[in-house]
């Protein structure tokens, strides 16, 4: 499918100066749910190049630090971010957030992360499923009580299952395809809040 540079939501995320057009989706998943009420400290997996990191530095302010991780640099510089250059299947993120500073449990754990895509649909939702079981495993050590995750992930048969896992974790999980997702994206998103612990 073609891709289209200047869309809608890719114009808006350039006039208001964010990275990526990502940015509508959690500002819409957040509007939704609001899931960063009151948090001190934010962990945002597949970061780059850096819009949803943006999003949460402008709306919480220095009230917030945010640990931000991918295999590809930020694109700029962002307020209250450090951002941290790896693969999430190669780190210690319990040793790693310590020796950044973060002292304390996240309060807020996003991922975005997606696969490169091949175009073969079913490695491809592989892949993402394996990205989302290793951000859930990641909220299960990192997550606050009552904490939220909000994981993206290609839909496919693992949908079910992965859904029943987060409902195990948390109080409440509800699934959004974002207004601004591309139409020819498999992309969905879960919102799994108040962590059980
Ligand atoms: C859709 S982009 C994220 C966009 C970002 N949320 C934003 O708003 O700018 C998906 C990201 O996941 C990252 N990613 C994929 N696999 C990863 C891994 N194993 N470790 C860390 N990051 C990964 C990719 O490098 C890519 O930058």
Not at 68 to 94: G, M
Request: with cysteine.
């Amino acid at each position: 499918m073609a891709y289209k540079p200047n869309d809608y939501y890719t114009k808006k995320a350039k006039e208001e100066n964010f990275a990526a057009r990502s940015i509508y989706k959690l500002q819409e998943i957040d509007v939704k749910y609001n899931i960063f009420k009151g948090a001190k400290q934010v962990l945002d997996l597949g970061a780059s190049p850096g819009s949803w990191s943006q999003y949460v530095s402008r709306k919480l302010g220095n009230q917030t630090k945010i640990l931000s991780i991918d295999l590809n640099p930020l694109s700029q510089e962002i307020p209250y971010v450090t951002f941290v250059l790896a693969d999430i299947f190669k780190i210690d993120l319990i040793e790693l957030a310590k020796k950044e500073g973060f002292t304390d449990l996240f309060d807020v754990i996003l991922s975005d992360m997606a696969p490169k895509t091949t175009g073969i649909r079913i490695t491809d939702q592989a892949r993402s499923y394996e990205l989302s079981q290793m951000a859930l495993n990641v909220a299960l050590n990192l997550l606050k009580t009552h904490g939220n995750f909000v994981c993206k992930m290609f839909d496919s048969n693992e949908f079910q299952n992965y859904n029943k896992q987060l409902l195990t974790h948390f109080k409440k999980v509800n699934v959004l395809r974002p207004k601004s997702t591309r139409k020819e994206s498999k992309e969905i998103f879960f919102i799994a809040q108040d962590f059980i612990g």
